[in-house]
């Protein structure tokens, strides 16, 4: 078991199955601008916040607003076609787990790197919104993951010590990001394989939520997984 105090969630590839439409969406804009891209390059090294993707990619070569409107169409098409498949790619057990979570009064938040439109499309949509003490989205960080500053900021807004948070995520950035916050990390396997976190101290993986549960000792919270 895990002591802790709080709960920090990425979002994308942790409690919804989305991982692939957000590859998808951004080979094709990569492809638009030049960039031919295979989907397995996309998965390898397209990460993080999308303004730090394009300067990482493309230099000088765009101006910030022409990166915040390819930013923007990026990811106003992943919404369109994930709109439809929400639910049926909620990762099995993470809405039980958040519930059971906030019926306990277990301070929790989320930490994404992805832009505030996709964060509440996500959250309202499964009605995790007023279940959450705060969400942290790309627009409300100067520096993205492997920084800790997404879940830092999180457990500042819950008032609980960020080592004391366990974190769940699906990424190997992600991972590394919980490693430089000093906090314990469970990794949901729905977008990499274990093999591919050798570099990263992981606490435990698991394909889904449906084996993790919390649980309270003596007026303290442990995580069972």
Not at 34 to 49: A, Q, T
Not at 149 to 165: D, K, M, R, S, T
Request: hydrophobic share 40%; aromatic share 8%.
């Amino acid at each position: 078991m895990i002591p802790l105090k709080g709960l920090l969630f990425d979002l994308d590839g942790t409690l919804v199955d989305n991982m692939m439409v957000h590859h998808r969406a951004w080979q094709r804009k990569l492809r638009e601008l030049g960039l031919d891209y295979s989907l397995e390059r996309v998965k390898e090294e397209i990460h993080g916040v999308n303004l730090e993707i394009l300067e990482r990619l493309f230099g000088d070569r765009f101006t910030l607003e022409e990166c915040k409107q390819i930013a923007w169409d990026k990811e106003a098409a992943y919404r369109d076609i994930f709109a439809s498949e929400l639910h049926d790619r909620t990762v099995p057990g993470a809405l039980d787990f958040i519930r059971r979570a906030h019926e306990l009064e277990v301070p929790m938040a989320i930490g994404t790197a992805g832009p505030k439109e996709n964060a509440y499309f996500v959250l309202d949509g499964l009605g995790l919104t007023e279940l959450m003490g705060h969400v942290v989205h790309s627009g409300m960080v100067s520096r993205g993951k492997p920084n800790p500053e997404v879940f830092a900021q999180g457990a500042h807004a819950l008032g609980v010590p960020l080592e004391e948070c366990v974190i769940f995520e699906d990424s190997v950035t992600g991972a590394q990001a919980a490693n430089n916050a000093g906090s314990p990390v469970i990794v949901l396997t729905t977008t990499h394989q274990e093999e591919e976190f050798t570099a990263q101290r992981v606490d435990a993986f698991r394909p889904d939520f449906q084996q993790l549960r919390v649980v309270v000792q003596s007026g303290a919270f442990f995580l069972e997984y």
